[in-house]
């Protein structure tokens, strides 16, 4: 089977062919900065970066863009709560984005375009769709897209027309001097509400539409037609509906010719959310000891159109399938000098099979675990029967390699590889919570101690002092 993707506009599985030979250009719909990204928003991001990295196992080259949101409603309520100008907020979120990629080993894409600086894209996009007639202008000088002048709005979210009313996430008052409630904001004209946040633009003066920043910026880099668009569920409607009516009707192209979208993320069986205590950021939980490695394998171990329920022992269980993982690797280099084996060939031929079938349907991650986890069996078996030697190992890295280039997980990561196996940085983190007690801090010190057993560090306390042993 070639590779298959489910193409949520056609709502069916479908084979996939770029539109020029060998070469993939995809977008993905990245952050908003204006706070630390969450888990939730990870599993949208892994998604994104384990189709990149299967394309690539496929042979194609991939251009791949990934946009920064750093101007829309929420980043600017933000700095206007902090009393801060507007790039003094969102740098500390793009900072720690990428310091995030890093961590959870998400491959850098081709670039990372920001809305504010591509202000005339967007403006040129209004600009073609007021002279095309598909646009206009209101009393107060903002500019909305006029939704029953697209025929095939509604063809990706499933939704009809005329059933559109107000209220999906989005607030009455946004409807004021609008003719039809179903259209949107392509340019925001100044009010007050932006404090200092506008352009003087041919437009006027204000600021665009969130839903215009994606169009404007996925075509300037990928053409009017490209292949691949993605986001999490919650962004089909309204806003990659809305991506596809401006984008089509401002300019000749098809836009986007496959859109796939990752379900959502559940923490504990909850929607994540401040007030319930399950919301995560990926720090909160690195901060508190727990692996990224392990984390990014629970995010993307689970199919990406399933709803994926995030709880803490499916990172316990993550971490055992590593150990696993790693104690494999571990054992070539114990394998005996010796000659090639057939049989060691055919084990990683049909793994690869497999895999590769699991991957093509639908990057269907799980099965491709599952033979992952098969051959790394029957590999054991044959080294335990002696039908392994040195002169099989150049072999089973070859395909290793492809698998952790597929998956990115099969290769300890390098930060934790380095604490993990350091006694000095246990003895720091011990003296820390023995600071942090003396303090009286407790949450600071029963953090620490999380911190450690998230390492099978287990601290034992008495009159002497504190001491540490690894458990499990
Ligand atoms: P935002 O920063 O809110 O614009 O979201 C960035 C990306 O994360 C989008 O593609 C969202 O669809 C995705 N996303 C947000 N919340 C979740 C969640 N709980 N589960 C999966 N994806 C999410
Ligand atoms: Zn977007």
Redesign the pocket.
Same mark, same amino acid.
């Not at 986001?231 to 962004?235: A, P, T």
């Not at 990752?262 to 993320?265: D, F, V």
């Given at each position: 089977m070639s590779f298959h993707l489910f193409d949520t506009y056609q709502k069916k599985k479908v084979a996939f062919e770029p539109l020029t030979k060998g070469h993939v250009r995809m977008y993905n719909? *990245?952050?908003?900065v204006y706070d630390y990204?969450?888990i *939730? #928003?990870f599993?949208?991001y892994i998604f994104a970066d384990t189709l990149r990295r299967w394309l690539e196992c496929s042979g194609y080259k991939v251009t791949q863009i990934m946009n920064i949101?750093d101007v829309d409603d929420k980043t600017i309520k933000r700095a206007l709560e902090e009393k801060k100008g507007l790039t003094d907020i969102t740098k500390v979120y793009v900072d720690s984005f990428f310091e995030d990629l890093n961590t959870i080993h998400i491959l850098p894409a081709s670039h990372y375009p920001r809305a504010t600086t591509h202000i005339d894209e967007m403006v040129e996009l209004v600009q073609d769709l007021l002279e095309r007639g598909f646009a206009y202008k209101t009393e107060d000088g903002s500019i909305y897209f006029r939704v029953s002048s697209f025929a095939e709005y509604g063809k990706l979210s499933g939704k009809k027309l005329e059933d559109l009313r107000i209220g999906e996430r989005v607030s009455n008052d946004e409807y004021d001097s609008k003719d039809d409630v179903r259209d949107f904001a392509l340019w925001k004209s100044w009010s007050e509400r932006d404090g200092n946040v506008f352009w003087e633009t041919p437009l006027g003066k204000g600021r665009p539409g969130w839903h215009i920043e994606c169009s404007a910026m996925s075509m300037k880099y990928l053409g009017d037609v490209f292949d691949i668009h993605t *986001?999490?569920?919650? #962004?089909i409607f309204p806003h990659h509906e809305n991506e596809i009516a401006q984008s089509r009707c401002g300019t000749d192209g098809d836009f986007s010719r496959y859109w796939a979208h990752?379900?959502?993320?559940l923490v504990e069986g909850k929607k994540?959310s401040k007030s319930l205590g399950n919301f995560y950021t990926l720090r909160d939980l690195t901060e508190k000891g727990y692996k990224a490695r392990a984390i990014r394998y629970v995010l993307c171990a689970t199919h990406y159109r399933s709803q994926l329920n995030f709880t803490m022992e499916s990172l316990e269980a993550a971490n055992n399938s590593l150990a696993r993982i790693d104690d494999f690797r571990e054992s070539w280099k114990n394998y005996p000098e010796g000659i090639i084996h057939a049989e060691v060939s055919g084990v990683l031929q049909r793994g690869d099979d497999q895999f590769t079938e699991a991957m093509n349907d639908d990057l269907n991650v799980s099965r491709a675990l599952a033979a992952l986890f098969t051959t790394i069996r029957e590999l054991n078996a044959l080294a335990n029967d002696s039908k392994t030697s040195k002169a099989d190992v150049s072999e089973i890295e070859r395909y290793w390699n492809r698998w952790n280039h597929a998956l990115g997980i099969l290769e300890p990561f390098e930060a934790e590889t380095a604490t993990e196996i350091d006694d000095s940085w246990i003895q720091e983190r011990i003296e820390a919570r023995r600071d942090a007690r003396a303090h009286k801090n407790w949450a600071e010190a029963d953090r620490i101690r999380d911190e450690l057993a998230a390492k099978n560090i287990e601290l034992k306390d008495s009159a002497d002092g504190t001491t540490w042993k690894f458990i499990g």
């Open positions: 719909c *990245g952050p908003t990204a969450h *939730g #928003n599993r949208a949101t *986001g999490g569920v919650d #962004n990752c379900e959502y993320l994540m």
